[in-house]
């Protein structure tokens, strides 16, 4: 079984000011691929801070809007959000 990671990141909860609050535990968020029995498929993966995990199946027209739609908030921001 092969597995691509395409995006690991940690994310943090939202503060009051709706930005990130480094000072609560954060969870890590991945979207990978993985070939189970030669049949590759997408994935979003969620784990706590506790370490518990949570996979979701995205079909490939999911998988495209969700790329879209991150692609489409990140261009209506024009300056340094972090």
């Known amino acids: 079984m092969a597995t ?3 995006f690991e990141e940690k994310l943090y909860p939202v503060n ?3 930005r990130a609050d480094k ?3 954060p969870n890590t968020v991945a979207v990978f691929v993985s070939n189970f029995s030669n049949d590759h498929q997408i994935y979003l993966r969620i784990t706590d801070e506790n370490n518990q995990e949570k996979t979701f199946h ?4 999911q998988a495209k809007d969700l ?10 921001i024009a300056y340094d959000n972090s």
């Open 58 to 61: 995205l079909t490939k027209e």
């Open 23 to 25: 000072t609560q535990s």
């Open 4 to 6: 691509t990671f395409y």
């Open 67 to 76: 790329s879209e739609s991150a692609d489409r908030a990140e261009n209506y």
């Open 16 to 18: 009051d000011d709706g």
